[in-house]
């Protein structure tokens, strides 16, 4: 049987386990067409690039699927009338990927790197020394203070002083 890859959005109003359940009625209904549901990973609830039917977030779920054309036909025809999925892509693929997706495996890096920032020695924790103190703190006061053999420029006033002249028309003793 041909191989397909699918991944759906349902609402975020859903609990996680609602999602998962909707992955359970989707492996029902290919087990009743002679298919299966290979691997079924939840990506968990994700923000969304664009706002979908009023929704900025949604519960991602890919589902790895060795099934007739049939049985995706009418699992995709059942996905477009539930009102809970907000968009489904289902692709067929020449073998389906083993171990974890590319999703799970990044957010298992992601988790690894911010329990170890939160212990101070690898990655977040060193950061503010290395760069002369805190944001803002520190460096804003050394960046101003010493200019080094720099002379000061030119026209005079501050950031946004061009040394001319309002343009309105009346002088500043003129205004009422």
């Known amino acids: 049987m041909p191989l397909y ?3 759906l959005i349902a609402r ?3 609990t996680p386990q609602q999602a998962e359940a909707l992955g359970d009625t989707i492996a029902t209904l290919l087990a009743e067409l002679k298919g299966e549901i290979r691997k079924r990973e ?3 609830l994700r923000s969304l690039a664009y706002r979908i039917k009023k929704n900025r977030k949604g519960h991602y779920l890919l589902l790895n699927l060795d099934a007739p054309p ?3 036909t009418e699992m ?5 009338l539930n009102e809970d999925v907000l968009r489904f892509m289902t692709v067929r693929v020449e073998a389906l990927e083993e171990g974890p997706s590319a999703m799970l495996a990044r957010r298992d890096r992601d988790e690894r790197d911010r329990r170890g920032g939160e212990r101070g020695g690898e990655r977040g924790g060193e950061r ?7 944001r803002g703190g520190e460096r804003g006061m050394e960046r101003g203070a010493d200019r080094g053999d720099r002379p000061p420029r030119a026209g005079g006033g501050g950031r946004f002083d061009s040394g001319r002249a309002p343009r309105g028309g009346f002088d500043e003793d003129e205004r009422i």
Do not use: D, H, T
């Open 5 to 7: 890859e699918s991944v």
């Open 12 to 14: 975020s109003e859903l």
């Open 42 to 44: 939840y990506w968990g």
């Open 70 to 72: 049939a049985a995706i």
């Open 76 to 80: 995709e025809r059942q996905l477009a």
């Open 128 to 134: 503010g020394g290395e760069r002369g103190g805190e």
